[in-house]
Protein backbone atom coordinates (compact mmCIF):
# COMPACT_ATOMS: atom_id res chain seq x y z
CA UNK A 1 0.00 0.00 0.00
CA UNK A 2 1.47 3.17 -1.25
CA UNK A 3 1.67 6.15 1.84
CA UNK A 4 -1.18 8.58 1.64
CA UNK A 5 0.76 12.11 0.60
CA UNK A 6 -0.46 15.16 -1.23
CA UNK A 7 0.98 14.18 -4.28
CA UNK A 8 -0.78 11.09 -4.05
CA UNK A 9 -4.50 13.09 -3.80
CA UNK A 10 -3.25 15.31 -6.53
CA UNK A 11 -2.63 11.76 -9.07
CA UNK A 12 -5.86 10.32 -7.83
CA UNK A 13 -7.76 13.20 -8.86
CA UNK A 14 -5.59 13.32 -12.46
CA UNK A 15 -6.56 9.84 -12.88
CA UNK A 16 -10.01 10.66 -13.08
CA UNK A 17 -9.42 13.13 -15.83
CA UNK A 18 -7.30 10.54 -18.13
CA UNK A 19 -10.63 8.59 -18.88
CA UNK A 20 -8.70 5.15 -17.76
CA UNK A 21 -11.13 3.23 -15.54
CA UNK A 22 -8.23 1.05 -13.84
CA UNK A 23 -5.58 4.05 -14.06
CA UNK A 24 -8.58 5.47 -11.93
CA UNK A 25 -9.00 2.06 -9.27
CA UNK A 26 -5.92 2.53 -8.36
CA UNK A 27 -7.12 5.35 -6.00
CA UNK A 28 -10.31 4.96 -6.25
CA UNK A 29 -11.95 2.13 -4.47
CA UNK A 30 -15.19 0.80 -7.03
CA UNK A 31 -17.44 1.16 -4.07
CA UNK A 32 -16.92 4.69 -3.47
CA UNK A 33 -19.90 6.97 -2.01
CA UNK A 34 -19.16 10.65 -3.11
CA UNK A 35 -21.49 13.74 -1.53
CA UNK A 36 -22.49 16.73 -3.09
CA UNK A 37 -23.36 19.36 -0.73
CA UNK A 38 -26.22 21.59 -0.62
CA UNK A 39 -29.99 20.80 -1.95
CA UNK A 40 -30.16 21.09 -5.10
CA UNK A 41 -31.33 18.32 -8.16
CA UNK A 42 -27.56 16.96 -7.96
CA UNK A 43 -26.67 16.93 -4.27
CA UNK A 44 -26.29 14.31 -1.64
CA UNK A 45 -24.51 11.24 -1.91
CA UNK A 46 -23.52 9.71 -5.18
CA UNK A 47 -23.03 5.60 -5.00
CA UNK A 48 -20.00 3.81 -6.79
CA UNK A 49 -17.15 5.04 -8.51
CA UNK A 50 -19.92 4.12 -11.69
CA UNK A 51 -22.32 6.84 -10.29
CA UNK A 52 -19.23 9.45 -8.94
CA UNK A 53 -18.65 9.26 -12.92
CA UNK A 54 -22.19 9.71 -13.80
CA UNK A 55 -21.92 12.86 -11.42
CA UNK A 56 -19.24 13.92 -13.53
CA UNK A 57 -20.66 13.45 -17.20
CA UNK A 58 -23.40 15.60 -15.56
CA UNK A 59 -20.91 18.69 -14.50
CA UNK A 60 -19.60 18.56 -17.85
CA UNK A 61 -22.51 18.27 -19.61
CA UNK A 62 -24.50 21.35 -17.33
CA UNK A 63 -20.89 23.53 -17.89
CA UNK A 64 -20.20 22.76 -21.13
CA UNK A 65 -17.30 21.61 -20.15
CA UNK A 66 -15.86 24.70 -18.80
CA UNK A 67 -15.25 23.75 -15.35
CA UNK A 68 -11.80 24.54 -13.74
CA UNK A 69 -10.55 23.89 -10.53
CA UNK A 70 -7.29 25.78 -9.30
CA UNK A 71 -5.83 24.04 -6.57
CA UNK A 72 -4.74 25.90 -3.07
CA UNK A 73 -2.90 23.32 -0.72
CA UNK A 74 -3.89 19.66 -0.28
CA UNK A 75 -3.65 18.82 3.64
CA UNK A 76 -3.27 14.56 4.71
CA UNK A 77 -3.46 12.67 7.90
CA UNK A 78 -2.03 9.61 6.84
CA UNK A 79 -2.66 8.06 10.59
CA UNK A 80 -6.29 8.63 9.79
CA UNK A 81 -6.57 8.06 6.45
CA UNK A 82 -8.12 11.44 5.41
CA UNK A 83 -7.33 14.09 3.21
CA UNK A 84 -8.03 17.33 2.26
CA UNK A 85 -7.92 19.51 -0.96
CA UNK A 86 -8.84 22.65 -0.99
CA UNK A 87 -9.45 24.61 -4.62
CA UNK A 88 -11.04 27.24 -6.35
CA UNK A 89 -13.38 26.48 -8.77
CA UNK A 90 -14.90 28.37 -12.09
CA UNK A 91 -17.10 27.24 -14.18
CA UNK A 92 -20.31 28.86 -16.85
CA UNK A 93 -23.02 27.12 -17.28
CA UNK A 94 -23.53 26.40 -21.25
CA UNK A 95 -25.09 28.57 -23.03
CA UNK A 96 -24.62 31.17 -21.10
CA UNK A 97 -22.85 34.86 -21.96
CA UNK A 98 -19.63 34.78 -21.66
CA UNK A 99 -18.97 37.94 -19.46
CA UNK A 100 -22.22 37.12 -17.27
CA UNK A 101 -21.31 37.52 -13.06
CA UNK A 102 -25.10 36.29 -12.19
CA UNK A 103 -24.72 33.27 -10.20
CA UNK A 104 -27.33 31.67 -12.01
CA UNK A 105 -24.60 31.28 -14.71
CA UNK A 106 -21.27 31.73 -12.79
CA UNK A 107 -20.18 29.35 -10.53
CA UNK A 108 -16.60 31.50 -8.62
CA UNK A 109 -16.17 29.73 -4.94
CA UNK A 110 -13.43 28.05 -2.87
CA UNK A 111 -14.76 24.79 -2.32
CA UNK A 112 -12.83 21.78 -0.68
CA UNK A 113 -12.69 17.83 -0.74
CA UNK A 114 -12.56 15.45 2.43
CA UNK A 115 -11.36 12.17 1.53
CA UNK A 116 -11.74 9.22 3.46
CA UNK A 117 -8.81 6.68 2.18
CA UNK A 118 -8.64 2.75 3.30
CA UNK A 119 -5.92 0.60 2.00
CA UNK A 120 -4.90 3.36 -0.46
CA UNK A 121 -7.65 3.80 -2.14
CA UNK A 122 -10.75 6.52 -1.48
CA UNK A 123 -13.65 4.95 0.30
CA UNK A 124 -15.76 8.40 1.17
CA UNK A 125 -15.65 11.73 -0.61
CA UNK A 126 -17.51 14.77 0.31
CA UNK A 127 -17.72 18.12 -1.27
CA UNK A 128 -17.82 21.39 1.12
CA UNK A 129 -18.38 24.67 0.01
CA UNK A 130 -16.93 27.93 1.61
CA UNK A 131 -18.29 31.17 2.66
CA UNK A 132 -21.78 31.62 1.07
CA UNK A 133 -20.92 29.28 -1.70
CA UNK A 134 -23.69 26.84 -0.88
CA UNK A 135 -26.06 29.20 -1.51
CA UNK A 136 -25.07 31.04 -4.60
CA UNK A 137 -23.96 27.24 -6.09
CA UNK A 138 -27.47 26.48 -5.43
CA UNK A 139 -28.72 29.14 -8.01
CA UNK A 140 -25.89 27.82 -10.58
CA UNK A 141 -27.01 24.52 -10.10
CA UNK A 142 -30.58 25.49 -10.23
CA UNK A 143 -32.32 25.36 -14.41
CA UNK A 144 -33.25 28.70 -14.20
CA UNK A 145 -31.72 31.59 -16.28
CA UNK A 146 -31.42 35.33 -14.20
CA UNK A 147 -34.83 35.93 -15.62
CA UNK A 148 -37.12 33.31 -14.16
CA UNK A 149 -37.25 31.46 -17.34
CA UNK A 150 -36.17 27.39 -17.05
CA UNK A 151 -33.09 25.93 -19.13
CA UNK A 152 -33.17 23.12 -21.54
CA UNK A 153 -30.51 21.32 -19.22
CA UNK B 1 8.57 28.75 15.47
CA UNK B 2 7.17 25.57 16.42
CA UNK B 3 6.46 22.89 14.11
CA UNK B 4 2.53 22.85 12.67
CA UNK B 5 1.36 19.44 13.62
CA UNK B 6 -2.30 17.99 14.42
CA UNK B 7 -1.22 18.69 18.38
CA UNK B 8 -0.32 21.60 17.55
CA UNK B 9 -3.70 22.54 16.09
CA UNK B 10 -5.57 20.94 18.91
CA UNK B 11 -3.84 22.98 21.24
CA UNK B 12 -4.77 26.48 19.79
CA UNK B 13 -8.70 24.83 20.22
CA UNK B 14 -7.77 24.53 23.62
CA UNK B 15 -6.07 27.33 24.67
CA UNK B 16 -9.71 29.40 23.32
CA UNK B 17 -11.10 27.90 26.00
CA UNK B 18 -9.20 28.67 28.78
CA UNK B 19 -10.26 32.24 28.92
CA UNK B 20 -6.15 33.47 29.08
CA UNK B 21 -5.84 35.85 26.28
CA UNK B 22 -1.86 35.67 26.63
CA UNK B 23 -2.33 31.50 25.93
CA UNK B 24 -4.26 32.47 22.78
CA UNK B 25 -1.74 34.73 21.30
CA UNK B 26 0.81 31.83 21.31
CA UNK B 27 -1.46 30.86 18.59
CA UNK B 28 -3.87 33.09 17.44
CA UNK B 29 -2.88 36.28 15.92
CA UNK B 30 -4.10 39.43 17.52
CA UNK B 31 -5.33 40.30 13.56
CA UNK B 32 -6.89 37.15 12.80
CA UNK B 33 -10.32 37.04 10.48
CA UNK B 34 -12.07 34.46 11.36
CA UNK B 35 -15.40 33.46 8.36
CA UNK B 36 -18.88 32.03 9.81
CA UNK B 37 -20.04 30.50 6.89
CA UNK B 38 -23.41 31.14 5.77
CA UNK B 39 -25.53 34.22 5.28
CA UNK B 40 -27.19 34.70 8.25
CA UNK B 41 -27.19 37.62 10.94
CA UNK B 42 -23.76 36.29 12.85
CA UNK B 43 -22.10 35.03 9.25
CA UNK B 44 -19.00 36.61 7.50
CA UNK B 45 -15.73 37.29 8.67
CA UNK B 46 -15.07 38.25 12.16
CA UNK B 47 -11.99 41.13 12.74
CA UNK B 48 -9.40 40.53 14.61
CA UNK B 49 -9.33 38.13 17.86
CA UNK B 50 -11.58 40.53 19.94
CA UNK B 51 -14.02 39.72 16.90
CA UNK B 52 -13.53 36.10 16.82
CA UNK B 53 -14.04 35.79 20.54
CA UNK B 54 -16.87 38.24 20.70
CA UNK B 55 -18.65 35.57 17.83
CA UNK B 56 -17.51 32.76 20.15
CA UNK B 57 -19.35 34.87 23.33
CA UNK B 58 -22.04 35.14 21.32
CA UNK B 59 -22.29 31.34 20.43
CA UNK B 60 -22.28 30.78 24.11
CA UNK B 61 -25.00 32.76 24.44
CA UNK B 62 -27.48 31.34 21.98
CA UNK B 63 -26.68 27.66 22.73
CA UNK B 64 -26.69 28.03 26.30
CA UNK B 65 -23.50 26.83 26.90
CA UNK B 66 -24.48 23.50 24.97
CA UNK B 67 -22.11 23.60 21.73
CA UNK B 68 -20.21 20.36 21.57
CA UNK B 69 -17.29 19.73 19.02
CA UNK B 70 -16.17 15.98 18.75
CA UNK B 71 -12.98 15.94 17.07
CA UNK B 72 -13.22 13.40 13.91
CA UNK B 73 -9.35 13.96 12.38
CA UNK B 74 -7.08 16.72 11.65
CA UNK B 75 -4.85 17.62 8.78
CA UNK B 76 -1.92 19.76 8.51
CA UNK B 77 0.26 21.10 5.61
CA UNK B 78 3.04 22.34 7.32
CA UNK B 79 4.86 23.74 4.40
CA UNK B 80 1.85 25.71 2.73
CA UNK B 81 0.61 26.91 6.52
CA UNK B 82 -2.81 25.14 6.45
CA UNK B 83 -4.47 23.20 8.86
CA UNK B 84 -7.80 21.63 8.79
CA UNK B 85 -10.15 20.03 11.72
CA UNK B 86 -13.28 18.32 10.80
CA UNK B 87 -15.83 17.78 13.46
CA UNK B 88 -19.25 16.93 14.50
CA UNK B 89 -20.76 19.90 16.42
CA UNK B 90 -23.88 19.60 18.54
CA UNK B 91 -25.77 22.33 20.39
CA UNK B 92 -29.30 23.29 21.61
CA UNK B 93 -30.53 26.43 21.35
CA UNK B 94 -31.16 28.41 24.55
CA UNK B 95 -34.26 27.37 26.01
CA UNK B 96 -35.13 24.43 23.55
CA UNK B 97 -37.22 21.69 24.68
CA UNK B 98 -34.10 18.93 25.70
CA UNK B 99 -35.69 16.71 23.44
CA UNK B 100 -36.03 18.75 20.06
CA UNK B 101 -34.98 17.65 17.00
CA UNK B 102 -36.40 20.67 15.40
CA UNK B 103 -33.79 22.30 13.29
CA UNK B 104 -34.67 25.73 14.71
CA UNK B 105 -33.81 24.10 18.38
CA UNK B 106 -30.90 21.26 17.57
CA UNK B 107 -27.72 22.24 15.75
CA UNK B 108 -26.39 18.53 14.67
CA UNK B 109 -23.56 18.94 11.61
CA UNK B 110 -20.63 17.61 10.71
CA UNK B 111 -18.40 20.83 10.15
CA UNK B 112 -14.69 21.80 9.62
CA UNK B 113 -12.39 24.76 9.92
CA UNK B 114 -9.99 25.75 7.71
CA UNK B 115 -6.85 28.01 9.73
CA UNK B 116 -3.95 29.38 7.52
CA UNK B 117 -0.95 29.91 9.35
CA UNK B 118 1.75 32.29 9.55
CA UNK B 119 4.75 32.40 11.56
CA UNK B 120 3.73 29.86 14.51
CA UNK B 121 0.00 31.64 14.52
CA UNK B 122 -3.30 30.88 12.44
CA UNK B 123 -3.81 34.33 11.00
CA UNK B 124 -7.00 33.57 8.87
CA UNK B 125 -10.00 30.53 9.78
CA UNK B 126 -13.02 29.80 7.61
CA UNK B 127 -15.82 27.24 9.30
CA UNK B 128 -17.30 25.39 6.64
CA UNK B 129 -20.10 22.51 7.18
CA UNK B 130 -20.60 19.41 5.20
CA UNK B 131 -23.59 17.77 3.55
CA UNK B 132 -27.14 20.19 3.32
CA UNK B 133 -26.04 22.06 7.14
CA UNK B 134 -25.66 25.10 6.03
CA UNK B 135 -29.48 24.77 5.01
CA UNK B 136 -30.20 23.09 8.82
CA UNK B 137 -27.99 25.60 10.71
CA UNK B 138 -29.54 28.70 8.69
CA UNK B 139 -32.58 27.73 10.56
CA UNK B 140 -30.65 27.01 14.52
CA UNK B 141 -28.50 30.76 13.52
CA UNK B 142 -32.07 32.11 12.96
CA UNK B 143 -34.78 34.22 15.68
CA UNK B 144 -37.56 31.83 14.79
CA UNK B 145 -38.82 28.93 17.14
CA UNK B 146 -40.51 26.08 14.87
CA UNK B 147 -43.77 27.64 15.08
CA UNK B 148 -42.40 31.36 13.25
CA UNK B 149 -42.44 33.34 16.39
CA UNK B 150 -38.91 35.09 17.10
CA UNK B 151 -37.86 34.78 20.18
CA UNK B 152 -36.07 37.30 22.34
CA UNK B 153 -31.91 36.35 21.46
Do not use: C
Not at 28 to 54: K, M, Q, S, V
Not at 62 to 69: K, N
Amino acid sequence: MRELTPDRVRAAFAALGTGDRQKMLEYWDEDLRFEIPGNHAHAGWHEGLDGFLAFLKTVGELSGGTYLAENITVLVNAEDGYSVDVNKNRALRAGAPEDSTSPYHLLDVTALHVLRWRDGRIVEGRGVILGDGPATSALWWSPLDPDGTRNAA
